[in-house]
């Protein structure tokens, strides 16, 4: 069962960049399909990103589309989300999550079978 490590977090400013990263443990990544979810305080846990196996295909939630990228390398066993131009309404807890199969755009919780700590990320305005 793969481990999931998120890193990068920290606070930042809203217009600034930074990038999240998700590390594996224990098994490759290659043949699973990745994505970020984020929970604000008091708020419902979120889809955010998603890619398939191979990187080859990726969707967005409305609200990070254009502004949000998630990549991976599959020889780094590692997922990336790169956050650019982050608002305020950006703070949350961000979450790495995995799951093996053919590539759907999953976007619910349940859909996903593997999930990281989390780390936090909070934009200041």
């Known amino acids: 069962q793969a481990q999931l490590v998120e890193s990068g977090g920290g606070l930042v400013q809203a217009g600034d960049s930074l990038r999240l990263s998700c590390a594996a443990s224990?098994?490759?990544?290659?043949?699973?399909?990745m994505g970020w979810f984020r929970q604000a305080p008091g708020k419902e846990r979120e889809f955010v990103a998603g890619?398939?196996?191979?990187?080859?295909?990726?969707h967005y939630s409305e609200s990070v589309k254009d502004r949000f990228t998630i990549s991976r390398d599959n020889a780094k066993n590692t997922v990336y989300l790169q956050m650019n131009s982050l608002k305020p309404e950006d703070t949350a807890v961000y979450y790495c999550?995995?799951?093996?199969?053919?590539?759907?755009?999953?976007?619910?919780?349940?859909?996903?079978?593997?999930w990281g700590q989390g780390t936090q990320v909070t934009v200041s305005s």
């Open positions: 890619i398939s196996w191979s990187g080859g295909s990726t």
């Open positions: 999550v995995g799951r093996k199969g053919v590539y759907v755009r999953y976007t619910m919780e349940s859909e996903y079978n593997y």
């Open positions: 224990g098994r490759s990544l290659s043949s699973y399909n």
